[in-house]
């Protein structure tokens, strides 16, 4: 075992604060890695103040991990001391259910293990990326290119795969009409991404406060839904909605946005449950659709794909000292467009 340094949530809705772990020894498979950067994701709030649902503390979140190989196990095979790589939202999973065997490790069907606030298969709690050192398995650990500045990289593994798995599902491309409903971490990926693949995108937001913005990030269109003139003006516009809030939203409203047959993707995770009147979804022959980050090939691919096309996220660099402020600034939408912290200050 080794120690390491942290920040930790002690117990729900507690400040963190910081203090050590202990990772395992590196095993045959795993890499031990030394993390220089992790991103800050609304998921990391939801859990560490249990807006989920009951929580392992205390708790070192963060899934957005990028750094280097320090040493390798001695069956590993894929990666070698010195490597740059990245780490997500899980490290490992069964291998052999039908959705692991596809690829898709993210819906294992004896469930994957999050990268924190999860116990792993071995009986050990997990945990994330707040910390200076991580081991995780190979097949949990993707390569980070050499285009790639590893602190815009870092968000990806979040961010970047979550809206990346669903423009590629649902055929973001050159002739489609996509919009992105909410520009916070995950929106602005959102548009970097299918503004890459091709696709004509409009943004949803609130306000037009980031209008700027959204249009320098590659959007092409930017509307205030609240504005009620938007829903009639883009009525019937669009052939896929990728919704990043995590705030209840009105879904009948934003399926009226969708032309016949299209499919309105949901990545966000509101904590209470909504309410929807199905003939929003009958009418139209419309979809509503779930997707949660994405499985590790995948992963690598969109890594890949960002690298091929120069995309990183937009970050605010931080030191592990200014964690809890972040949070506050994450709830008041106050970041553009991504936190992450620089862990060499925990
Ligand atoms: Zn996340
Ligand atoms: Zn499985």
């Known amino acids: 075992m080794t120690t390491v340094a942290a920040y930790a949530a002690p117990a729900a809705k507690a400040p963190l604060e910081r203090t050590t772990i202990e990772r395992r020894d590196v095993r045959e498979h795993d890499v031990l890695i030394d993390i220089q950067y992790a ?144 520009l916070g971490g995950l929106g602005h990926m959102a548009v970097k991404i299918a503004h890459a693949l091709g696709a004509e995108v409009t943004v949803l937001s609130q306000s037009l406060r980031k209008k700027d913005d959204g249009l320098k990030l590659g959007a092409d269109h930017y509307y205030a839904t609240s504005d009620p003139a938007t829903f009639t003006e883009l009525a019937g516009r669009f052939d896929l909605i990728v919704s990043t809030v995590s705030a209840p939203l009105d879904f009948g409203a934003y399926l009226s946005l969708l032309k016949a047959d299209g499919t309105l993707a949901n990545v966000g995770a509101p904590e209470e449950p909504i309410s929807l009147n199905l003939f929003s979804l009958i009418g139209g022959g419309k979809n509503l659709a779930g997707s949660m980050i994405g499985g590790i090939a995948e992963t690598q691919e969109m890594l890949d794909f960002c690298a091929e096309h120069g995309i990183g996220a937009e970050i605010e660099l931080i030191e592990a000292s200014q964690i809890n402020e972040a949070y506050e600034r994450v709830l008041a939408s106050d970041v553009r467009y991504r936190f992450v912290i620089d862990t060499a200050t925990i």
């Open 39 to 182: 991103g800050i994701c609304h998921s990391d709030i939801h859990q560490a103040r249990e807006g989920w649902g009951e929580a392992i503390f205390p708790m070192v979140p963060g899934h957005e991990i990028a750094g280097v190989v320090t040493e390798v196990g001695s069956a590993v095979t894929r990666f070698k001391v010195g490597d740059r790589v990245g780490v997500g939202c899980m490290v490992d999973s069964c291998r052999e259910c039908e959705s692991c065997k596809a690829g898709r490790e993210q819906y294992c069907e004896r469930g994957q293990v999050g990268t924190y606030n999860a116990v792993g298969y071995d009986g050990e709690v997990t945990y994330g990326g707040y910390s200076q050192k991580i081991v995780v398995d190979e097949a949990f650990t993707v390569r980070i290119p050499d285009g790639l500045s590893l602190d815009v990289a870092a968000p990806l593994l979040c961010a970047g795969i979550t809206t990346y798995s669903p423009l590629k599902r649902f055929g973001a491309g050159p002739g489609k009409k996509v919009a992105v409903v909410g």
